[in-house]
Antibody, heavy 116, light 107 residues
Framework: QVQLVESGGDLVKPGGSLRLSCAAS????????MSWVRQAPGKGLEWVSY????????YYADSVKGRFTISRDNAKDSLYLEMNNLRAEDSAIYYC?????????WGQGTLVTVSS | AIQLTQSPSSLSASVGDRVTITCRAS??????LAWYQQKPGKGPNLLIY???SLKSGVPSRFSGSGSGTDFTLTISSLQPEDVATYFC?????????FGPGTKVDIK
C-alpha cells in the first residue's frame, strides 16, 4: 500500500533553517509528481511546492519562493524540502503528497514551529 | 489566484441525513476540482477528483457535481464515520488553492 512518511519537523528560531524529508513506499515513486502542502494549526491547507517526476518543472507558492527548495532522489524514493530564513508564519504541519494537481495520497505530516 | 469559498462553514446533521456542501470559485475552472476529507489529527483523504469522479475505495454515498464556478459534494446518507472537515481544491491554474473547509458533525 502507498505510504508517505515525513520527518524533520522541529522547533526553530526565526531566520533559521530546516530540512524535511519524505520516505515513499508502495508505488513507483519516479512515476509521480510529488508535492508539499502545509496547514497552520487549526487553519486551512496551502500548497507549498511541487516537483515533476524528473525534477523539472518545479513550482513554489509566492509565500515561500526564494526561501524553500524542493528536491527528490528517485533512487532513494525520497522527497525533500529545504527551508531557509524561516518565519513565524511558516509554522504548520507539512504534508508530503503524491500528485501535482490533485493529491491522491497524503502523509501524516510533520510539525514545524518557528518561534523565538 | 483563484479564490474558493465553501458553504456552510459548519453543519450538524443526523445519521442517515443527506448532506450537501457547496464550493464556489472566483472564476471558471471547468471540472478541475477535487474534494478531500480530513479527520482530526490526520492528513486529508481524496474523495472526488475532476469534480465528479469518485476515487477507488471511497464509499458510494459520496458524490460530486458541478462545473465552471459552482460545485457540490453530497453525502447521500450521513454515517458517524463521516464526521470530518471537507475541503475543495482547484487545479485549473497555479497557484493551486483550497477552500476554507466545512466541518461536519453528528446532531
Amino acid at each position: 500500500q502507498v505510504q508517505l512518511v515525513e520527518s524533520g519537523g522541529d522547533l526553530v528560531k526565526p531566520g533559521g533553517s530546516l530540512r524535511l524529508s519524505c520516505a515513499a513506499s508502495g508505488f513507483s515513486f519516479s512515476d509521480y509528481y510529488m508535492s508539499w502542502v502545509r496547514q497552520a494549526p487549526g487553519k486551512g491547507l496551502e500548497w507549498v511546492s511541487y516537483i515533476s517526476e524528473s525534477g523539472r518543472p518545479i513550482y513554489y507558492a509566492d509565500s515561500v519562493k526564494g526561501r524553500f527548495t524542493i528536491s527528490r532522489d528517485n533512487a532513494k524514493d525520497s522527497l525533500y524540502l529545504e527551508m531557509n530564513n524561516l518565519r513565524a508564519e511558516d509554522s504548520a504541519i507539512y504534508y508530503c503528497a503524491r500528485g501535482g494537481s490533485w493529491v491522491d495520497y497524503w502523509g501524516q505530516g510533520t510539525l514545524v514551529t518557528v518561534s523565538s | 489566484a483563484i479564490q474558493l469559498t465553501q458553504s456552510p462553514s459548519s453543519l450538524s446533521a443526523s445519521v442517515g441525513d443527506r448532506v450537501t456542501i457547496t464550493c464556489r470559485a472566483s472564476q471558471g475552472i471547468g471540472s478541475n476540482l477535487a474534494w478531500y476529507q480530513q479527520k482530526p489529527g490526520k492528513g486529508p483523504n481524496l474523495l472526488i477528483y475532476d469534480a465528479s469522479s469518485l476515487k477507488s475505495g471511497v464509499p458510494s454515498r459520496f458524490s460530486g457535481s458541478g462545473s465552471g464556478t459552482d460545485f457540490t459534494l453530497t453525502i447521500s446518507s450521513l454515517q458517524p464515520e463521516d464526521v470530518a472537515t471537507y475541503f475543495c481544491q482547484q487545479f485549473n491554474s497555479y497557484p493551486l488553492t483550497f477552500g476554507p473547509g466545512t466541518k461536519v458533525d453528528i446532531k
